[in-house]
């Protein structure tokens, strides 16, 4: 049985997508099957993995109109894509019975096949991302070195327990990590002090640095480990990796 993580964080800018895809991919590098769902409508993980202009999307699959279907990657790495009509999806349901768990019922089925199944939340806290909790086991939040960051923190930290009380009572933080970490500017190191008091436990000891080839990678539609994995990008994505193989 998978464990289905959400990467979550409604403030835009946090490199949640590229978290996501190069996750996934770090985590298949160490031997593991990985399904990563694009779950935002401005389906950023699809298109950066060179998946665009879909015909089966995992917006299709929440209207029923059909059942999931996975694309392969590379082998054991698959991916459920996603298109803007997504963005409409929150009316459309508004009204379903059961809104709250159709992404769970339809991973249900999945969860045999794959390790990990990674989900790319929106950046928002509507009906996208509260599906994304539901069906979820744990959930990743990726943060920006900026005292900005914590700012509306506590927001989704808010949401999360009310989904665990009421929707998902087996739902927990597995953890924070840092990006765009340059550890030269004293306000970084300032910044990470600051959230390793708010999350003693949480906290994960990697810290994705700041590094160009993160950003050059989806121009290519790959993934950091296949553009460049001598990178800083591509050693601390599988440093994180390695890390969140030790959790239980």
Same mark, same amino acid.
């Given at each position: 049985?998978?464990?289905?993580?959400?990467?979550?964080?409604?403030?835009?800018?946090?490199?949640?997508?590229?978290?996501?895809?190069?996750?996934?991919?770090?985590?298949?590098?160490?031997?593991?099957?990985?399904?990563?769902?694009?779950?935002?409508?401005?389906? @950023? *993980?699809?298109?950066?993995?060179?998946?665009?202009?879909?015909?089966?999307?995992?917006?299709?699959?929440?209207?029923?109109?059909?059942?999931?279907?996975?694309?392969?990657?590379?082998?054991?790495?698959?991916?459920?894509?996603?298109?803007?009509?997504?963005?409409?999806?929150?009316?459309?349901?508004?009204?379903?019975?059961?809104?709250?768990?159709?992404?769970?019922? *339809?991973?249900?089925?999945? $969860?045999?096949?794959?390790?990990?199944? *990674?989900?790319?939340?929106?950046?928002?806290?509507?009906?996208?991302?509260?599906?994304?909790?539901?069906?979820?086991?744990?959930?990743?939040?990726?943060?920006?070195?900026?005292?900005?960051?914590?700012?509306?923190?506590?927001?989704?930290?808010?949401?999360?327990?009310?989904?665990?009380?009421?929707?998902?009572?087996?739902? $927990?933080?597995?953890?924070?990590?840092?990006?765009?970490?340059? @550890? $030269?500017?004293?306000?970084?190191?300032?910044?990470?002090?600051?959230?390793?008091?708010?999350?003693?436990?949480?906290?994960?000891?990697? $810290?994705?640095?700041? @590094?160009?080839?993160?950003?050059?990678?989806?121009?290519?539609?790959?993934?950091?480990?296949? #553009?460049?994995?001598?990178? #800083?990008?591509?050693?601390? #994505?599988?440093?994180?990796?390695?890390?969140?193989?030790?959790?239980?």
């Amino acid at each position: 049985m998978s464990k289905v993580i959400s990467i979550s964080n409604h403030k835009g800018g946090v490199g949640k997508t590229t978290s996501c895809i190069n996750i996934g991919a770090g985590l298949n590098k160490l031997g593991k099957k990985v399904l990563l769902v694009d779950l935002d409508p401005q389906a @950023n *993980l699809s298109q950066s993995l060179g998946l665009t202009d879909q015909e089966r999307t995992i917006y299709g699959a929440i209207r029923g109109e059909y059942k999931l279907e996975p694309v392969g990657v590379v082998k054991g790495l698959d991916v459920l894509p996603s298109t803007l009509d997504l963005s409409g999806a929150e009316v459309e349901l508004s009204g379903e019975a059961g809104r709250e768990y159709i992404l769970r019922e *339809l991973l249900e089925p999945y $969860r045999a096949s794959y390790s990990y199944i *990674l989900i790319d939340s929106p950046p928002s806290l509507g009906l996208l991302t509260i599906n994304s909790l539901t069906a979820s086991d744990e959930v990743l939040i990726p943060l920006q070195a900026q005292y900005l960051a914590l700012r509306g923190l506590s927001k989704l930290l808010e949401v999360i327990d009310k989904i665990k009380k009421r929707l998902n009572k087996e739902l $927990r933080v597995a953890g924070v990590f840092i990006t765009q970490y340059d @550890n $030269r500017k004293i306000l970084n190191r300032d910044v990470v002090t600051t959230i390793g008091s708010h999350f003693k436990e949480e906290l994960f000891t990697t $810290r994705i640095r700041d @590094n160009i080839a993160l950003a050059e990678a989806p121009t290519q539609g790959v993934d950091i480990f296949r #553009y460049n994995p001598k990178s #800083y990008g591509a050693e601390d #994505y599988l440093s994180l990796c390695k890390e969140i193989l030790k959790q239980k």
